[in-house]
């Protein structure tokens, strides 16, 4: 049995005996963890191209089913809230119930909620369907972290950690460009007709395969602390989320004037709701850690390294997801492009992101974060920047340089900051950390999105009434949302410097970090 340090605030982590053991540089990993490991990556695949395919079908959707863009928008808006709902639980499920039961139960949800959505008669169902999706596909990241954490040895985590990158970065560019295909050449209902039968394969092999890869516990779930959760988090999204859907669905006269009061009055109720349980819920976790119940124990934030990499992660999520939700409107609405030219325009940035991934593990695996954070912050704010040129008139082939270059910067970036903030917790913290970075770049990228379509809506208007042309009027509004964008990726250039790779040490020995 390992002795390890349960406390993450300290400067000491102790590495487990089937990590210390692996520093001999032997084989990475067990076939069977291997298997395992594989299966949670086509997973996670799976889960993230459905949400990457579905964005480019709004339109269609509201053609098709006859409804409004704002009851579109909740086919977005549910999805979310769900994510921020239950994503700060999963850290006490990942701990409470095995490996292979979560894996079931996140594929059985995602796989259900893609097939309601594939014969969903009308949108109401289909909105339940996106929930029930939604529910799987928030178990299934936190599910990959936290066992990756668990089975691979510390000087090989930012190989493993770079093929997370890949997943998440290929999964982004197949997506949209696969959705535009399939809504020019057939209808919506294909985009879940695709997933589902990969999800279901996955499903089988994964009941077949998968087995338990940590210890579980036998706590009692905190019913108050996942109420004071979901109120907290899903009232902060959902306000997030309105303000987005305000900016971007305008009108005007006393349609206007309406709907801009309720806008106002579901803001208010949303925030003040949403604030206040939360602050009952850090109490209630507070309370709850000291006998080892919290639903999501705090105590990660007492590693400075960890909390750190909080900041930068929230910073990257923000402009990241606000920066690729502006890009599309900008190239449709102001270039008049369309999806499918959209698709492939972005797509050597993301194929560029995925591919870099496992050799930017093996660099962080040999020299730390810093030789690719400092670099990574440079880059990506460099483009963001020049992003704020973006004019009218601008070349496609320009915007797609860019977007591969700061593609680049990103690949840089995030592979380290999940590595490095990961491994500055002893592995009794591991889901509850995952849990936490999940969150933060669920509630981060609500805010990033929200705040830059809100920026875009306000400028073009205010553009649009002094005369300018529906292009140049579009292409302001962009520019001043890219500057949101540039703004945020200052701080990250601070950050940069300020993050470590923490130690590998051997049992009895402590780490640094």
Same mark, same amino acid.
């Given at each position: 049995?390992? @002795?390890t340090?349960?406390?993450?605030g300290?400067d000491s982590i102790?590495?487990?005996?089937?990590? $210390?053991a692996a520093?001999?540089?032997?084989?990475?990993l067990?076939?069977?963890?291997?298997r395992v490991?594989?299966l949670?990556?086509?997973?996670?695949?799976?889960?993230?191209l459905?949400? =990457?395919t579905?964005?480019?079908?709004?339109? &269609?959707? !509201?053609?098709?089913l006859?409804?409004?863009?704002?009851?579109?928008?909740?086919?977005t808006t549910?999805?979310?809230?769900?994510m921020a709902?239950?994503?700060?639980?999963?850290?006490?499920?990942?701990?409470r119930?095995? =490996?292979?039961?979560?894996?079931? $139960?996140?594929?059985?949800?995602?796989s259900?909620?893609?097939?309601v959505a594939l014969l969903a008669?009308?949108?109401?169902?289909l909105? *339940?369907?996106? /929930?029930i999706?939604?529910?799987g596909?928030?178990?299934?990241?936190?599910l990959?972290?936290t =066992?990756l954490m668990?089975? *691979?040895?510390?000087?090989?985590?930012?190989r493993?950690?770079?093929?997370?990158?890949?997943?998440?970065?290929l999964? #982004?560019a197949?997506? #949209? =460009?696969?959705s535009?295909?399939?809504l020019d050449?057939?209808?919506?209902r294909?985009?879940?007709?695709?997933?589902?039968? !990969?999800?279901?394969?996955?499903? %089988?092999?994964?009941?077949?395969?998968? &087995?338990?890869?940590g210890e579980?516990?036998?706590?009692?779930?905190d /019913?108050?602390?996942?109420?004071?959760? %979901?109120?907290g988090?899903g009232?902060l999204?959902?306000?997030?989320?309105?303000?987005g859907?305000?900016g971007? &669905?305008?009108a005007?006269?006393a349609?206007?004037?309406?709907a801009?009061?309720l806008?106002?009055?579901?803001?208010?109720v949303?925030?003040?709701v949403?604030?206040?349980?939360? $602050?009952?819920?850090?109490?209630?976790?507070?309370?709850?850690?000291r006998?080892?119940?919290?639903l999501?124990?705090?105590?990660v934030?007492?590693?400075?390294?960890f909390s750190l990499?909080?900041?930068?992660?929230?910073?990257?999520?923000?402009?990241?997801f606000g920066?690729i939700?502006?890009l #599309?409107l900008?190239m449709?609405?102001v270039?008049?492009i369309?999806?499918?030219? @959209?698709g492939?325009?972005v797509?050597?940035?993301?194929? %560029?992101?995925?591919l870099l991934?496992?050799? !930017?593990?093996r660099?962080?695996d040999?020299?730390g974060?810093r030789v690719l954070?400092?670099p990574?912050a440079f880059?990506?704010?460099g483009m963001?920047?020049?992003?704020t040129?973006f004019?009218? &008139?601008?070349?496609?082939?320009?915007?797609a340089?860019?977007?591969?270059?700061?593609s680049i910067g990103?690949?840089?970036?995030f592979?380290?900051?999940?590595?490095?903030?990961l491994?500055?917790?002893t592995p009794?913290f591991?889901?509850?950390?995952?849990?936490?970075v999940?969150?933060?770049?669920?509630?981060?990228?609500a805010?990033g999105?929200?705040?830059? !379509?809100?920026?875009?809506?306000?400028?073009?208007?205010?553009?649009s009434e002094?005369?300018?042309s529906?292009?140049?009027?579009g %292409?302001?509004g962009?520019?001043?949302?890219?500057l949101?964008?540039?703004?945020?990726?200052?701080?990250?250039?601070?950050g940069?410097?300020l993050?470590?790779?923490p130690?590998e040490?051997?049992v009895?020995a402590?780490?640094?970090?």
């Amino acid at each position: 049995m390992a @002795t390890t340090d349960t406390r993450p605030g300290t400067d000491s982590i102790r590495v487990p005996e089937a990590s $210390a053991a692996a520093g001999s540089r032997g084989p990475l990993l067990a076939p069977e963890q291997s298997r395992v490991v594989w299966l949670l990556l086509a997973a996670a695949f799976v889960a993230i191209l459905n949400e =990457t395919t579905m964005g480019v079908a709004i339109p &269609h959707l !509201i053609g098709d089913l006859g409804i409004t863009a704002v009851e579109a928008q909740w086919l977005t808006t549910a999805f979310m809230l769900t994510m921020a709902v239950i994503i700060p639980i999963t850290g006490f499920l990942l701990r409470r119930f095995t =490996t292979r039961a979560a894996f079931i $139960a996140a594929m059985s949800l995602f796989s259900l909620g893609t097939l309601v959505a594939l014969l969903a008669p009308g949108y109401p169902l289909l909105v *339940v369907a996106r /929930v029930i999706q939604a529910s799987g596909t928030a178990i299934m990241m936190p599910l990959l972290m936290t =066992t990756l954490m668990t089975v *691979v040895p510390p000087h090989a985590r930012g190989r493993m950690m770079g093929r997370v990158s890949v997943v998440m970065s290929l999964a #982004p560019a197949i997506g #949209p =460009t696969l959705s535009g295909f399939l809504l020019d050449n057939l209808n919506w209902r294909w985009i879940f007709g695709v997933v589902l039968p !990969i999800a279901l394969v996955a499903l %089988a092999m994964g009941a077949r395969w998968i &087995h338990n890869l940590g210890e579980t516990t036998r706590a009692p779930i905190d /019913v108050l602390s996942v109420v004071l959760s %979901a109120l907290g988090f899903g009232g902060l999204v959902y306000g997030l989320s309105q303000i987005g859907g305000a900016g971007a &669905h305008g009108a005007t006269g006393a349609a206007a004037r309406a709907a801009e009061t309720l806008s106002t009055v579901s803001l208010i109720v949303s925030f003040t709701v949403g604030g206040i349980s939360l $602050a009952l819920f850090i109490w209630r976790q507070l309370v709850l850690q000291r006998v080892d119940d919290a639903l999501l124990d705090l105590r990660v934030f007492r590693s400075r390294n960890f909390s750190l990499s909080m900041v930068q992660i929230a910073l990257l999520a923000m402009a990241f997801f606000g920066a690729i939700t502006t890009l #599309p409107l900008y190239m449709q609405s102001v270039l008049e492009i369309s999806p499918f030219e @959209t698709g492939l325009t972005v797509l050597p940035g993301a194929l %560029a992101m995925g591919l870099l991934g496992p050799v !930017i593990g093996r660099i962080y695996d040999r020299w730390g974060t810093r030789v690719l954070l400092i670099p990574g912050a440079f880059i990506a704010s460099g483009m963001l920047w020049l992003y704020t040129t973006f004019d009218e &008139h601008t070349s496609i082939w320009t915007i797609a340089i860019a977007q591969t270059v700061l593609s680049i910067g990103l690949a840089l970036s995030f592979t380290p900051l999940f590595t490095a903030s990961l491994a500055s917790l002893t592995p009794k913290f591991y889901s509850y950390g995952s849990a936490v970075v999940g969150t933060t770049q669920q509630v981060a990228g609500a805010a990033g999105i929200a705040l830059m !379509i809100t920026v875009l809506s306000a400028v073009t208007a205010s553009a649009s009434e002094s005369g300018l042309s529906d292009a140049a009027a579009g %292409a302001a509004g962009s520019r001043a949302a890219f500057l949101i964008a540039a703004i945020l990726s200052l701080p990250m250039i601070v950050g940069a410097f300020l993050i470590r790779k923490p130690a590998e040490s051997p049992v009895g020995a402590p780490a640094e970090h």
